[in-house]
Nanobody, 123 residues
Framework: QVQLVESGGGLVQAGGSLRLSCAAS????????MGWFRQAPGKEREFVAG????????YYADSIKARFTISRDNAKNTVYLEMNSLKPEDTAVYYC????????????????WGQGTQVTVSS
């Protein structure tokens, strides 16, 4: 099992920035990819960004490209999501996820999930 704990959410004005963190523990050696997803009220959970842990390859949803950056710290077993130029439509609960498989953009490709952290962007 892999345990994931997110932090860093909060309330920010449009145009502002936030940095989310996700600390992984447990059988982290089995993790090959990690990702960030988000879910707004009344909407399905959607992919935001992913990273292949061993080589650091990153990939993003087109809707947030160039505004968000995913990164990792191997020593701390932590993945980050730096969010800039935030918009009200970025308001959602943000979830960290991990998988022992190659990783992708679908919810069902990830086996482990954090509890989520709320991000609210005011206009």
């Amino acid at each position: 099992q892999v345990q994931l704990v997110e932090s860093g959410g909060g309330l920010v004005q449009a145009g502002g920035s936030l940095r989310l963190s996700c600390a992984a523990s447990g059988r982290t050696f089995s993790r090959s990819a990690m990702g960030w997803f988000r879910q707004a009220p009344g909407k399905e959970r959607e992919f935001v960004a992913g990273i292949l842990w061993s080589i650091g390859l990153t990939y993003y949803a087109d809707s947030i490209k160039a505004r968000f950056t995913i990164s990792r710290d191997n020593a701390k077993n932590t993945v980050y999501l730096e969010m800039n130029s935030l918009k009200p439509e970025d308001t959602a609960v943000y979830y960290c996820a991990a998988t022992s498989r190659l990783g992708g953009r679908r919810v069902d490709e990830y086996e482990y999930w954090g509890q989520g952290t709320q991000v609210t962007v005011s206009s």
